[in-house]
DNA sequence: CAGAATCCTCTCTGATACTG
DNA sequence: CAGTATCAGAGAGGATTCTG
């Protein structure tokens, strides 16, 4: 486990797969690669998402200085993310995956299917 | 949650992220486009996974159409396993994603340590 | 408005044992 | 060799409640 993880701590595509993984992280960076939002339109925008998840994913992408936060001490707190330019790098780059998977998701569901209907057969 | 799914499932990205979610996934589909291996192989190249999540994750690979399994019935049996030319495809997606780790894990890393320090001070 | 803290569930994963 | 089946622990994630 430990020898393991020092391999995987050492693989930075494995650090960036891990942020591609999470559920949102991927979303929410393209959602503010459009432009700045705050938190509840972003959680009103992405509905599904659990204050939680929201508040956590965003501090991830904010920590890994994909996107930056901005709060202004107006009387109700307002709190302003906008991706940053690293972010917007690594957007563009995710870019040609979404391309993949819209020119190719016939093709995977078409394997599931013959998989699924006992292809081994 | 019913709605969200019908979202999540209509989405042809979010099946694709899923997969490079997946902690090995990205790893095996790697190793095999170099070549065929069995499984026991891939146990022992990749080390540290489990016999469990190898043949889960082979299963899923299979799955997708984007390695495919071939079993000979010598005596004890022997399966090979070998990327598809789907799965080719979607390796080379994913380079550039492994070319931009290489490239930007640095300033991730920066931008984590300054984060961890206190940035919002 | 923008979160933090808590509780609780449900899935993912590893370890172990067994089979063709 | 190449798996499958079962059990138990860790952790992710959701719902709810509370605060500056």
Chains 1, 2 share one sequence.
Not at 45 to 52: M, R
Not at 83 to 91: H, K, M, P
Request: with cysteine.
């Amino acid at each position: 486990m430990t020898t393991w993880n020092a391999y995987v701590s050492a693989c930075p595509t494995r650090l960036v797969l891990d942020r591609i993984a999470d559920k949102w992280a991927v979303l929410l960076l393209g959602l503010l690669a459009k432009g700045p939002m705050r938190f509840n339109q972003l959680r009103r925008e992405v509905e599904g998402i659990s204050q939680k998840m929201l508040s956590q994913s965003l501090k991830s992408l904010e920590r890994d200085g994909l996107i930056s936060r901005k709060a202004t001490p107006t009387v109700p707190v307002t709190v302003e993310y906008s991706i940053t330019l690293l972010g917007e790098t690594l957007s563009a780059t995710v870019d040609p995956l979404r391309l993949w998977a819209e020119s190719h998701i016939e093709q995977v569901l078409t394997a599931q299917q013959h998989y699924d209907a006992g292809a081994s057969t």
